[in-house]
């Protein structure tokens, strides 16, 4: 296992709060990098787990949905702030509006591929890199 370390290294998490983004924090906690936890939800209970890998813990409550070129940078500047090394993004907040297609408003399709694709887009080609 020793060759999936990742001491030294900051991962920055979206959606970190429950789910498949709180277990990919608490996987990547325990593989030695610190945390930078990102949700529209509550991460104190992220923060405790994480501290308790022996690593450190930055959150940021944040509604990830309607970024701009700018406030994608500003979230990415605020995790170098935290950590001097955040050398992982993972783009994992994401929602479904499950329905028949029948059903589904043009503001229910707008949700889904702005939070689903632009955000990720949006981080993952910000000029402050991660
Ligand atoms: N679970 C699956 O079977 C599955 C399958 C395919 C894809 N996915 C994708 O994987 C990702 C995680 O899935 P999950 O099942 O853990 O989902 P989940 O709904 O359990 O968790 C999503 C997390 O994203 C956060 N979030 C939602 N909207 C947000 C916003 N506007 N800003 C910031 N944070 C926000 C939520 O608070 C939550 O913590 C999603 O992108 C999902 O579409 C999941």
Do not use: Y
Not at 30 to 54: Q, T
Not at 69 to 84: G, Q, V, Y
């Amino acid at each position: 296992m020793d060759l999936f370390r990742l001491d030294g290294n900051a991962a920055l998490v979206t959606g970190a709060s429950r789910g498949l983004g709180h277990a990919l924090a608490i996987a990547l906690a325990e593989a030695g990098a610190d945390i930078l936890a990102v949700d529209i939800g509550e991460l104190d209970h992220v923060a405790k787990e994480v501290l308790a890998r022996g690593v450190h813990c930055a959150t940021r409550t944040a509604d990830l949905s309607n970024l701009t070129p700018d406030t994608a940078a500003e979230l990415i500047s605020w995790a170098k702030a935290e950590f001097p090394h955040p050398t992982i993004l993972v783009n994992n907040a994401g929602i479904i509006r499950r329905g028949p297609a029948i059903e589904t408003t043009p503001s229910d399709w707008s949700a889904v591929l702005d939070l689903n694709l632009t955000t990720p887009f949006l981080l993952s080609s910000s000029q402050e890199r991660v």
